[in-house]
Structure formats: C-alpha cells, structure tokens
C-alpha cells in the first residue's frame, strides 16, 4: 500500500495568516492527490482534486501543488471557518489511502 | 442536490456483523461512472476506506478487510449496503458513505479517484 504522511501534525494560527500543509507519498503518485477539509462532526469535504483541480464552490483561498510525492495545500489567508482538519488521500495505486491529518486551529 | 444518508443500527456486539445502508437522493445511483463507497472513521483517528460498489453489482474492496466485507447494491429502492461480519472494538468508527468519480476496472479502483458527496456519518460501536 503506498503510505501517506502529512506535516506537520498540527498547527496553530491567526485569521489573516497563510498557511501551508504538506503531504508526502511513499512512492510516485503522480498528481492523483485530493484534499479534505473536515471540521468536528461533520463529513470531510472534498477541496482539491488532481494534486492542484479546485473543486466547485471552494474559495479561491485555496490551492494546492505538487506532483510524484511532495504535495501542498495552501490557505493563503486564513479565515474562521478554514480551522478545521484537512486529509490528503491518494488514488494512483489501490488501496485508496489517506493522510493522518492536519488539525488547523486557533492561535 | 444529490444527498446520501447512512442507517443503521449504532450498537452491535462483538463477533456479530455490522450491518449499515445509504440511501441517495436527489441523483440515480444507476448514473454511469460515479461509484459509491464506503468509508469509517475511528474516533480521533484518521480515515480509512472500506470500498465501493457501482451500480451494475461490480465491488472492490480494502485487501485488509475484504474477508469480513460485502458491499451490494439495491437500485429500485437507491441504496447501496455495508455488511461488516466478526466486528470486534477495533471497528468502532462513525461510518460515512460517499460517491466517488475515477477508475474502476475487472479489480481495483485507481486514478483519478475522489469523494465529491458524503453522508453525514453514523457512529457504530461495538460492544457487548
């Protein structure tokens, strides 16, 4: 199975900042990369597909980039309801697999 | 606005099997080329993917648990189910369903793959 890694684990940071997370894969993914938000309670959403596609309705705030195994999501100005987890999940190889998280929260 | 929504019982024993259904509204689960799947949650955890189903009866499953696993299909009534057999603590988890778009051939699902539509989830806990 390829193994995703995320960093950091967690972060904490003021409205306004931006913020950039990273995904690693343990081997070549191409750019079959997405990315979740998931806030508590709720179901993840689906920001980015593609390694760097926006997903319709997600702020422009969002991006994401990379291809092979180094990938990033960037928030470029943080906004209240962007504190959250967000998951990278792989697809080039089966089984789909995803990242441990990173956990966004208030400074 | 496509909607899918899990059911279930939220307390099973151990060694018994768990046994969930999403239903989809709003959009055909008989649509070509979006796959349904399943997906759980341990508490505090990360996410962890079970495996989908598309609407002709074809199933793909995680290797690691595709011995407990069976995912079918229901397309008069637009459901897809989850049976989960010999559950112990470990598959505690909330329980989410979700569509995905990408690749699916003979046996696997690859490129391209990504959930665009989740349930909101169903806690499941095993205990006696």
């Known amino acids: 199975d390829i193994q995703m890694t995320q960093s950091p684990s967690s972060l904490s940071a003021s409205v306004g900042d931006r913020v950039t997370i990273t995904c690693r894969a343990s081997?070549?993914?191409?750019?079959?990369l997405m990315w979740y938000q998931q806030k508590p309670g709720k179901a993840p959403k689906l920001l980015i597909y593609?390694?760097?596609s926006l997903q319709s309705g997600v702020p422009s705030r969002f991006s994401g980039r990379g291809s092979g195994t180094d990938f990033t999501l960037t928030i470029s100005s943080l906004q209240p309801e962007d504190f959250a987890t967000y998951y990278c999940?792989?697809?080039?190889?089966?089984?789909?697999?995803f990242g441990p998280g990173t956990k966004v929260d208030i400074k | 606005q496509l909607q899918l929504q899990e059911s279930g019982p939220g307390l099973v024993k151990p060694s018994e099997t768990l046994s969930l259904t999403c239903t989809v509204s709003?959009?055909?689960?008989?649509?070509?080329?979006?796959?349904w799947g399943w997906i759980r949650q341990p508490p505090g955890k990360g996410l962890e993917w079970i495996g989908t189903?598309?609407?002709?009866?074809?199933?793909y499953y995680s290797p690691s648990l595709k011995s407990r696993v069976t995912i079918s299909v229901d397309k008069s009534n637009n459901q897809f189910s989850l049976e989960l057999s010999s559950v112990t603590a470990a598959d505690t988890a909330t329980y989410y369903c979700?569509?995905?778009?990408?690749?699916?051939?003979?046996?696997?699902?690859?490129?391209?793959?990504?959930?665009?539509?989740w349930g909101q989830g169903t806690l499941v806990t095993v205990s006696s």
């Open positions: 979700a569509r995905h778009l990408g690749y699916c051939d003979s046996t696997a699902c690859y490129k391209s793959v990504y959930f665009d539509y």
């Open positions: 709003g959009g055909s689960i008989s649509t070509s080329g979006y796959y």
């Open positions: 189903i598309y609407y002709s009866g074809s199933t």
């Open positions: 081997e070549n993914i191409a750019t079959y």
């Open positions: 593609g390694a760097s």
């Open positions: 999940q792989q697809s080039y190889s089966p089984p789909l697999t």
